[in-house]
């Protein structure tokens, strides 16, 4: 079972990147699927989650209305398209699997990871 995710780049403030997981293995609709970030010198944190049978979205407060997380089933792929994008957006960016019905926050939680791809904002 291998997740990958992919798409960073260097990108301006007020871009917009759209970064992929796929998944080898494992079917992504059959799991909650989450993005996490680590900023430099920072903790890793939540960001967003679609929930495996809904696909029902949540997102933290500081990409809400700016990220969108999205599912191309036929392709078992989860999308994070990221719109307006700021400074404080730098980092790496991972997704992860969790075999549960809900929207997890801890990285516990997530049985799965990707390795991570790189964003960075800088004008």
């Known amino acids: 079972v291998q997740l990958q995710a992919s798409g960073g780049g260097l990108v301006q403030p007020g871009g917009s990147l759209r970064l992929s997981c796929t998944a080898s293995?494992?079917?992504?609709?059959?799991?909650?699927v989450a993005w996490f970030r680590q900023a430099p010198g920072k903790e890793r944190e939540w960001i967003s989650c679609?929930?495996?049978?809904?696909?029902?979205?949540n997102y933290a407060d500081s990409v809400k209305a700016r990220f969108t997380i999205s599912r191309e089933r036929a392709k078992n792929i989860v999308n994070l398209q990221m719109n307006s994008l700021k400074f404080e957006d730098t980092g790496v960016y991972y997704c992860?699997?969790?075999?549960?019905?809900?929207?997890?926050?801890?990285?516990?939680?997530?049985?799965?990871w990707g390795q991570g791809t790189l964003v960075t904002v800088s004008s």
């Open positions: 992860a699997a969790a075999a549960r019905g809900i929207c997890l926050r801890n990285e516990s939680d997530h049985r799965y």
């Open positions: 293995g494992l079917t992504l609709a059959s799991y909650t």
């Open positions: 679609i929930i495996r049978t809904s696909s029902t979205t």
